[in-house]
């Protein structure tokens, strides 16, 4: 598991550095957490933030996979950088879960490479053209990352206990 993509040289402006877009960030975020979304297609990500050992929560689009598997894309809405969050990932992959609708489960991230990054990029594009128009937008390869539900010794999911009030 090698989170490996370089910064680009040109690209969109970086999201979520004013007030105002943190601000709407903690609002999705809450309200991701406690009800979900309509459409099942956004999660909460948190992760252990690299320089600060902080937790972090991010709301991000999330396409399903194979039996529980998500994907989701680190595209920074075409940034010539890769988001925040991409570099957490990889410091911390051990402490990653996700939480919607009163949910919240332990996953392990992969970042996909090669045919099989492909092959899911081209699914995610023509579900959501946005992530097509980020990547002509950007010279960096945006990222997928795989989030895979990990699993208690007896096989079954270890959903992590707690309130998400």
């Known amino acids: 598991m090698s989170f490996d993509t370089r910064n680009g040289t040109r690209g969109a402006r970086q999201p979520g550095r004013s007030r105002l877009e943190q601000w709407g960030n903690r609002r999705m975020v809450d309200s991701i957490r406690r009800k979900g979304t309509r459409r099942g297609d956004k999660l909460v990500l948190v992760t252990i933030g690299k320089k600060t050992g902080e937790e972090r929560m991010t709301p991000v689009r999330c396409f399903s996979g194979e039996g529980d598997t998500r994907y989701i894309v680190a ?91």
């Not at 570099?87 to 996909?112: C, K, M, T, W």
């Open 75 to 165: 595209s920074a809405s075409g940034a010539a950088r890769n988001p925040s969050w991409y570099y957490n990932l990889a410091a911390h992959p051990d402490r990653v879960r996700i939480e919607f609708a009163g949910q919240r489960i332990d996953v392990s991230p992969e970042q996909l490479h090669g045919a099989e990054r492909d092959a899911v990029w081209r699914r995610i594009s023509a579900q959501a053209s946005g992530f097509a128009r980020y990547e002509r937008v950007t010279d960096r390869e945006i990222p997928v990352i795989r989030l895979t539900p990990r699993v208690r010794g007896d096989g079954v999911f270890a959903p992590v206990d707690g309130d998400l009030t």
